[in-house]
């Protein structure tokens, strides 16, 4: 008897596979110069040298949070990650283990969501090749590290699914923890009413449905209001970005400078630049994605208000750029755009394999570099 696979596995366990590559090859990688021995974590260094690699940067506010509350320092991160740490935590696990044990979990559910996501509007074989661009997306080590991609993408895709079969109050819940999760997560409400709206001129279903829209804007209005009487300021979370080195600019600046900068190198890759490298590539290939999926959703209505939400997922970021690093944290924000891996896996064979050969080699280097604390994005 033949045995069939879902189509998730293999990408899910060739992801891994690249990461366990990346935290292996970091033990040859010299720690990056700024790496403070004081802001390491304590624990999993000494008993699991290979899980800490997963643990740095901003994975040690999320983890002081779910210990000490919040500070204005760290009110820049909302709560959903923090609070399932502490659940966690309370179940028996230590702190570390329990930030990533959560991350494992989410990672998975992503991929088993997003297939599930793509029934109905891909053959198997298209949606696997669009599991394999996740899977080895430049920047994907982020979804098992100690950070909240992982979740906030699991919690879009619920939304997505749950939309799809019109169970209003579910897309909402879910559209309401990822805003919880990360700011941008609030964006998710414009394609709740996208989708929404052919109802209610057709059959005048709006009125039933308006109630659970409110729960996005409820869950993000009680956090502010538990800034304003934490901090003073309901809008701290905001704010305190320009601590992080974020200043608002034009969109065309970020990418305009960045190349500027990589062209004062002689576009030499080493690990000072890395960063800058992966920021551009992203930057280039999340908007080719995107060019590449507008036409396909055209073709699929009920995928198309996920291009409107895509597109203010990639601009925002342009928006907010850092003093030293023009395209700040942009290989991070643009990896949570789920139309960019469809449109990237609708390219010609030869091309798709090209380009996903190259991200699996720079997911494999951008892993081993993180593992030792230099700044990836």
Known sequence: MRLTYPSYLAPLLGHYALVVLGLYLSRFIAAAPDWAAADKLAGLGHNYPYLQGLLQWDAHHYIRIAKDGYSLRNSVQL?????????????????????????????????????YALRGAMVPAQRQKTLWVLATFPTSFYLTAAYTESLFMAFTLACVLATFRQNWFLAAFFAGLATLTRNLGFVLEAWLVWA??????????????????????????????????????????????????RSYSWPWQGPIYSFQLLNQTHFLPTKATFYNWINLGVWAMAWAGFACFV?????????????????????????????????????RLYFICIPVFIGIALLPRALFVGIICAAGLSL??????????????
């Open 79 to 115: 709560p959903v990650y923090p609070f399932l740490i502490f659940v966690g935590h309370k179940a028996g696990l230590p702190y570390e283990l329990a930030a990533l044990a959560l991350t494992q979990i989410a990672t998975v559910a992503v991929f088993v969501l997003f297939d």
């Open 196 to 245: 929404l709206w052919p109802l209610h001129t057709k059959y005048g279903k709006w009125q039933r449905a308006w109630g659970p829209l409110l729960l996005p804007v409820a869950g993000l209005g009680s956090f502010m209001f538990y800034e304003y009487l934490a901090f003073g300021d309901a809008l701290a979370f905001v704010h305190e970005q320009a601590q992080w080195g």
């Open 295 to 331: 036409p396909w959703a055209r073709r699929k209505p009920a995928w198309l208000p996920l291009a409107l939400v895509c597109f203010l997922w990639m601009l925002v970021p342009l928006l907010s750029t850092g003093h030293n690093d023009p395209l700040l944290s942009v290989g």
């Open 364 to 377: 494999v280097v951008a892993t081993a570099l993180f593992a030792k604390g230099w700044w990836i994005c």
